[in-house]
């Protein structure tokens, strides 16, 4: 029985995590610790909030205490740290928190594990394991030709892809200093299920839907690099598992598309299959985002050659399957964006 604990797992990325674990081990249990934020979402887990094969903690990852307590309690063998202030714009706004969140509770966690799985001087428990969930963003903006790979020099933009470099950096420097058992995985944009519609995808499905404006920064000929996340989440495992400590796993599947394609992807697939009357008269061209990267593309060879990973999910599959989850879980976006989640989760857990 190998004991996982999740951090962030009531957002997007960690919770599809925690549904991919589940559904594949029988013999593990996951801790998810998450601070709720707006992001967090104890919604997105409902159909393995009974499982005794997981239990759900209300912490913040810097609260030293609240961490502590949970190694405590269980004899933890991974961290996965997922929790993260994750949104480019809202960084632009309020750097502070991304700071806090990103770095000095990535800080607090690999100081807390570290003194748990310490076993001597520079040895800690077997097997265990560090796993910090990064972004290709750290890397900064390709021009048109290029692949991010491992070795590309950190050139972070944005205060958001500034803490997670930082928290990168520190988490490579405990490998370094102190042979602490690190990985890092740095991965394009995700899309797919619970995500929360501030970013671009459900963002769009939704508006669309709703027939609101469909705001697009700048020309709309940025270029992102776009991942389903269950193949993401399929990386985190296998990295966990077999990736060779001290390294950094890029992961991407070749799937670059501007944002004006994506856009009118969505727009064409609610038009033809949900609502006729849409069009692409919704498309507002907005102002641009401060320091808005151009392009991310990630070279995945390391990954694919070491560990065998490979995307199962091709874009054009992907985003069907993503606009079909928001269309039969339009009661998740209502909830999502009146805040109705957090009643939810006053019903189930109390107050705190
Ligand atoms: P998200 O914003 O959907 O979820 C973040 C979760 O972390 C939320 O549940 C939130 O409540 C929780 N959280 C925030 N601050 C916390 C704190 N101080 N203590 C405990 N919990 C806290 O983010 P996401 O899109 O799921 O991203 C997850 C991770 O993956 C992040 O580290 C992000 O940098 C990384 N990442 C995201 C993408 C992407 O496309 N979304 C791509 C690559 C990497
Ligand atoms: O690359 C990985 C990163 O992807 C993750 O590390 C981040 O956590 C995640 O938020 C995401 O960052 P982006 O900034 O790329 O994602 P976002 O959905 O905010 O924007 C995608 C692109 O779409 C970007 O070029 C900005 C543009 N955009 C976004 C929004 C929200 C628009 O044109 N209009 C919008 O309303």
């Known amino acids: 029985m190998k004991n996982y604990l999740v951090t962030g797992g009531a957002g997007f990325i960690g919770s599809n995590f925690i549904h991919y674990m589940l559904k594949k081990y029988s013999d593990i249990k996951i801790i998810n610790v998450d601070k709720l934020t707006y992001a967090g979402n104890l919604e997105n887990l409902t159909a393995i909030e009974n499982s005794e094969n997981y239990e759900f903690v209300h912490a913040d990852i810097c609260d030293k205490d609240a961490i502590s307590a949970i190694f405590e309690k269980h004899n933890i063998d991974y961290v996965v740290n997922f929790a993260a202030e994750s949104h480019v714009d809202r960084s632009i706004k309020s750097p502070e928190i991304f700071i806090e969140t990103n770095v000095e509770g990535t800080v607090n966690l690999l100081n807390i594990a570290k003194t748990f799985w310490a076993t001597g001087d520079d040895v800690y428990k077997e097997g265990c394991k560090f796993l910090q969930v990064s972004t290709d ?8 030709t290029g692949y991010f790979m491992e070795t590309t020099p950190l050139n972070p933009h944005s205060p958001y892809s500034a803490s997670k470099a930082g928290a990168d950096m520190v988490v490579k420097a405990y490998f370094d200093t102190f042979k602490f058992p690190i990985n890092i995985t740095r991965c394009s944009n995700n899309y797919g299920p619970y995500q929360f519609p501030e970013k671009l995808i459900p963002l769009i499905i939704n508006n669309t839907l709703n027939h609101n404006d469909l705001p697009v920064y700048g020309d709309g000929m940025n270029i992102r690099d776009w991942l389903y996340v ?3 989440c399929k990386a985190i495992d296998m990295v966990i598992n077999n990736g060779k400590l001290g390294e950094v796993y890029n992961v991407g599947g070749h799937n670059e598309r501007t944002n004006i394609t994506i856009v009118k992807t969505i727009i064409n697939h609610i038009k033809e299959h949900v609502d006729s009357s849409v069009s692409e ?6 102002k641009d985002r ?13 990954i694919r050659k070491e560990l065998g990973w490979s995307p199962e999910t091709t874009f054009e599959v992907g985003i069907k399957k993503t606009i079909d989850w928001y269309l039969n879980n339009k009661a998740w976006m209502e909830n999502v964006t009146s805040g109705q989640y957090k009643e939810y989760y006053k019903k189930m857990y109390g107050e705190k």
């Open 137 to 144: 963003e750290v890397y900064g903006s390709l021009g048109q």
């Open 230 to 232: 269950e193949d993401h």
């Open 281 to 286: 008269t919704l498309i507002k061209y907005v």
């Open 290 to 302: 401060k320091g808005h990267d151009k392009r991310y593309g990630i070279d995945p060879e390391k």
